[in-house]
């Protein structure tokens, strides 16, 4: 299986600060990775498909990149509305697998 | 617009058998990819199984492997997981999920209690 590996576990930052969180696979997944929100009580939102492209509706705050084994999801300008949790998955082979999740917490 | 609601869930014991449904609206089950993901209390997702749209491409966690089948009804537009034998482990929120680039839509999740 591919594992997905998140760094950090948990981020604090502050409302307008740019923050980057990392996503490693154990082996090559090309660009079949997807970024996810979830705030709590609430099913995940997907942001990025394909390593960066940002779904619809997604603000353009949102940036991602990344292929291969390593891939980056940035968002510049933290709003309130950004404090949750954020996954990565890739979906190249199955088992499909989830990155640990990131806790981004208001400073 | 697209709606996915799951139904099903609830406190079983363990050993017991619980089957999930999926009722979706806003696009058809029978011409996409589904899956089903997991997430137990507290803790990270979990994708648990995906049916492709020929119907007969599917697969499964291992976590679940023998114990779930996942299935769907062309004419109802809905979605199953019948889960047997369960465990502790198997206490989640259970979501069903459209795959598409990545999974796009979700459902509101169903929990699933394995206790005695």
């Known amino acids: 299986d591919i594992q997905m590996t998140q760094s950090p576990s948990t981020l604090s930052a502050s409302i307008g600060d740019r923050v980057t969180i990392t996503c490693r696979a154990s082996?090559?997944?090309?660009?079949?990775l997807a970024w996810y929100q979830q705030k709590p009580g609430k099913a995940p939102k997907l942001l990025i498909y394909?390593?960066?492209n940002l779904q619809g509706g997604v603000p353009s705050r949102f940036s991602a990149f990344g292929a291969g084994t390593d891939f980056t999801l940035t968002i510049s300008g933290l709003q309130p509305d950004d404090f949750a949790i954020y996954y990565c998955?890739?979906?190249?082979?199955?088992?499909?697998?989830f990155g640990q999740g990131t806790k981004l917490e208001i400073k | 617009e697209v709606q996915l609601v799951e139904s099903g869930g609830g406190l079983i014991q363990p050993g017991g058998s619980l089957r999930l449904s999926c009722a979706v609206s806003?696009?058809?089950?029978?011409?996409?990819?589904m899956s089903w993901v997991r997430q137990a209390p507290g803790k990270g997702l979990e994708w648990v199984s995906s049916?492709?749209?020929?119907?007969?491409?599917?697969h499964y966690a291992d976590s679940v492997k023998g114990r779930f089948t996942i299935s769907r009804d062309n004419t109802k537009n809905t979605l199953s997981l019948q889960m047997n034998s369960l465990r502790a482990e198997d206490t989640a929120v259970y979501f069903c999920?459209?795959?598409?680039?990545?999974?796009?839509?979700w459902g509101q999740g169903t929990l699933v209690t394995v206790s005695s």
């Open positions: 999920v459209r795959q598409a680039a990545g999974f796009d839509y």
């Open positions: 806003g696009f058809t089950v029978s011409t996409n990819y």
């Open positions: 049916i492709h749209d020929d119907g007969s491409t599917i």
């Open positions: 082996q090559s997944v090309s660009s079949w």
């Open positions: 394909k390593a960066s």
């Open positions: 998955q890739q979906y190249n082979y199955y088992p499909y697998t």
